[in-house]
């Protein structure tokens, strides 16, 4: 009876022990199924933040690009302005100065007026 009993007593603690090792080797299974699953999340994150930082990175060059063309640009326009304001003094020069030729003109004009009526009249004296 002795032998049945240690008989009984080896099966149950080979049935606990089975069991035990079922119970580890699924909760074994589990986690590297949930540590691949993991893995895979984070390298598609990964990969979505190196396709982000890339993106910045692409976009920052394209905001220099376009910052030194807005720059160029202020600096023409700059340019065009002072060439704008510098033709302006130039044509208001130009109008004083025809202003002061057409204000020449009507006098010589009203003088050669005057000596054509002189030279009329010293005419019809000589006759």
């Known amino acids: 009876m ?5 008989e009984i007593l080896k099966n149950r603690i080979l049935i606990i022990l089975a069991i035990l090792s079922s119970i580890f080797f699924f909760g074994t299974l589990s986690s590297c199924n949930s540590a691949m699953r993991q893995k895979v ?3 598609k994150e990964m990969a979505a933040r190196l396709a982000l930082e890339e993106k910045m990175s692409k976009f920052s060059q ?3 690009v376009l910052e030194e063309k807005v720059k160029a640009k202020e600096k023409e326009a700059q340019d065009l302005t002072e060439t704008l304001e510098a033709t ?3 044509l208001v020069q130009d109008q004083l100065v ?3 030729l057409k204000e020449e003109l009507q006098k ?7 000596l054509e009526e002189n030279s009329k009249e010293a005419k019809k004296f000589k006759k």
């Open 2 to 6: 002795d032998l049945k009993m240690d």
């Open 41 to 43: 999340a984070r390298d």
């Open 62 to 64: 394209e905001k220099s």
């Open 88 to 90: 302006k003094k130039a």
């Open 98 to 100: 025809n202003a002061s």
């Open 108 to 114: 010589e004009t009203k003088l050669k007026e005057a």
